[in-house]
């Protein structure tokens, strides 16, 4: 257990500045092909998780394109899109979310991100990056420990994931399993 010395997290005896520490994060996330959760950067900096995520608002705040997903923190550089984007309008219970994920993954689609509109803070987007069965067995494995709410919780089960394909064909076969299985928002719908 580091033994901390500030009200930032930092442990003491650590001997590189803070500037220095964030500096070593870039040339990690450079040199990463696959993200680096926050645990792994703490551990490799010899601070707490806590100084990780501050010294990534003081990257973000200076314009690095640092970003978090649900498996770690990487550069935008590394989220080139797919040819081929798309917006899919959803509507399920917190229970099928794993069933919908599973079938735009296994159609070919990776999930960039959900989206839900809030009435005060209008857009709210979490980005996914999944592409696997793995990725979305390792998302749900999160979601069911963290307890954490989905953010279609927040409109009643409605919300759009952004979606990629490498061929436009995979968004009308997911179009059509999302419809059959009812998890597609359709333009007749109501509340």
Known sequence: MLAVSSEYGEPSGCDRTGDERRQEIMTLLHASERPITGGELATRMGVSRQAVVQDIA???ARGEGVVATPFGYLLAERLAPVALRAILACRHSREATEDELLTMVDLGLRVIDVVVEHPLYGELRG??????REDVRHFMDR???????LLSAL???VHLHTVEASRPEVFALARAALHDKGYLLEDSEED
């Open 58 to 60: 003081l990257l973000r």
């Open 127 to 132: 980005l996914l990056r999944l592409e696997s």
């Open 143 to 149: 979601l069911r420990v963290s307890e954490a709410s």
């Open 155 to 157: 409109t009643k089960g």
